[in-house]
């Protein structure tokens, strides 16, 4: 990745920046592109034709002419990078995180936090609150604990427990609003309490890490779809997500359809979204193809899940209290060998999907647009268009980072792994 001429992360943004390339954003492609950014806002994303770029007195960037332009991507379960752990509510260790997934073109996210003591996950929800408030993330995705210990993956086993209320209450307080989604089993006991209290407190629930049957799945959707409605949400951002389709959840059979079908359906209708780690090492390419086809990009949220080791070579890791080993890219438990989270960036995430056979404006699309009205935030991020905030990702035609603008802001590169 370079950047000619890039600041260090904590120089100032250039207050205008000019870029040149194919558009891709909202679905579409423009050819022969253009985006011009003054301090934190784009002042225009569309034809170079159509621009005045003589009379615009900002610095462009040099970038090869097969550059392509994509809105800063959206990752909604992401638990680290480069070394940096999410879940152990260590702030430098968060902050080194966080630098690295915007310098590598995430320039919005959720920090998601794993299974863990109450007071770990306390801890970790005042850490990102804080963080919240300095726009460094866009809140919170608390991956559990309320979660099936037939479907745990790698959430720790002695920490997971029924829907507590109580509990559920202490939580969402310590995110003093930045609690934006919480990962659930709709199969425990308790758990339609637990939905309703999610979404009158404006949290997204998150179906997922679950051991239910199809009936129960398309209920607790259906009531946490009324739910978000009730608050008075709408659009995307009133839909339930799904934590990593097929990933914790027992495997779509023709005679026990399980979880995968209510959600497939339920996102075709566009009544839910759901999360796809589409990283080469969670699903076949041609299942990721297949849930595209049937659902379209609009019911998709492409997600990393990327753990501490993302950006960074094989070796020995954390994913919360559990250690993990990652060995040939591929992050597992120590304790049970289950995949451990992933390993890739978010425009890594893309560029496989677009490898996987989808098209690339679809699969765009469903790293930013989309993710972004999950959060309620289409006004603000996931789109080239005038007046949104200045977040551009500039890559080769490889879809290998160029430059990344947050902000208005243009990052110098990440360190290399």
Do not use: K, W
């Not at 979404?199 to 009324?226: F, K, M, N, Y």
């Not at 899940?305 to 040939?328: F, H, I």
């Not at 980072?401 to 990052?411: E, I, N, S, T, Y």
């Amino acid at each position: 990745m370079t950047t000619p001429s890039a600041p260090s992360p904590e120089a100032p943004g250039t207050p205008r920046l000019l870029a040149r390339g194919r558009i891709v954003s909202d679905g579409t492609a423009v050819d022969a592109g253009l985006v011009a950014t003054e301090d934190d806002r784009i002042v225009y994303a569309g034809p170079a034709a159509d621009f005045d770029a003589a009379g615009f007195a900002g610095s462009e960037l040099e970038l090869p002419e097969d550059a392509i332009l994509l809105p800063g991507l959206v990752d909604l379960h992401c638990h680290g990078a480069n070394g940096g752990d999410f879940p152990s509510a260590d702030e430098d260790s968060a902050r080194r995180a966080l630098d690295f997934l915007h310098r590598s073109g995430t320039t919005t996210l959720l920090a998601s936090m794993v299974t863990a003591s109450p007071d770990a996950l306390v801890a970790g929800l005042e850490l990102f609150a804080r963080l919240d408030s300095e726009g460094l993330v866009a809140g919170t995705h608390l991956e559990g604990p309320f979660l099936s210990h037939a479907r745990c993956g790698a959430q720790n086993p002695d920490f997971l427990l029924a829907p507590d209320l109580g509990l559920a209450e202490e939580l969402v307080a310590a995110g003093a609003g930045t609690l934006v989604s919480m990962t659930y089993a709709p199969e425990l006991q308790g758990a339609a309490d637990l939905v309703d209290l999610l979404t009158a407190h404006g949290v997204t629930p998150s179906l997922g890490h679950t051991d239910c049957d199809d009936a129960a799945a398309e209920a607790s959707l259906a009531q946490a779809r009324d739910g978000l409605a009730a608050a008075g949400f709408d659009g995307t951002s009133g839909l339930p997500t799904v934590t990593h389709l097929f990933n914790g959840m027992p495997p779509l059979h023709h005679r026990a359809p399980g979880p995968v079908a209510a959600c497939l359906r339920a996102a075709a209708r566009g009544q839910a979204v759901v999360e796809l780690i589409a990283d080469g090492v969670h699903l076949d390419p041609a299942m990721v193809r297949t849930v595209f086809e049937l659902v379209g990009p609009g019911g998709i949220a492409l997600v990393t899940d990327s753990m501490a080791a993302a950006g960074l070579s094989d070796g020995r890791y954390t994913l919360g209290p559990s250690p993990v080993t990652v060995a040939g890219g591929i992050a597992t438990l120590d304790a049970t060998g289950s995949i451990a989270g992933g390993t890739a960036t978010l425009i890594e995430v893309v560029a496989r999907t677009a490898a996987a056979g989808v098209g690339l404006e679809e699969a765009v699309l469903s790293a930013t647009a989309v993710p972004a009205a999950v959060l309620g935030r289409s006004d603000e991020i996931g789109s080239l268009r005038r007046g949104l905030r200045a977040d551009v990702l500039a890559t080769d035609a490889a879809l290998q980072p160029l430059a990344v603008v947050r902000a208005g802001h243009l990052l110098a590169p990440p360190p290399a792994g």
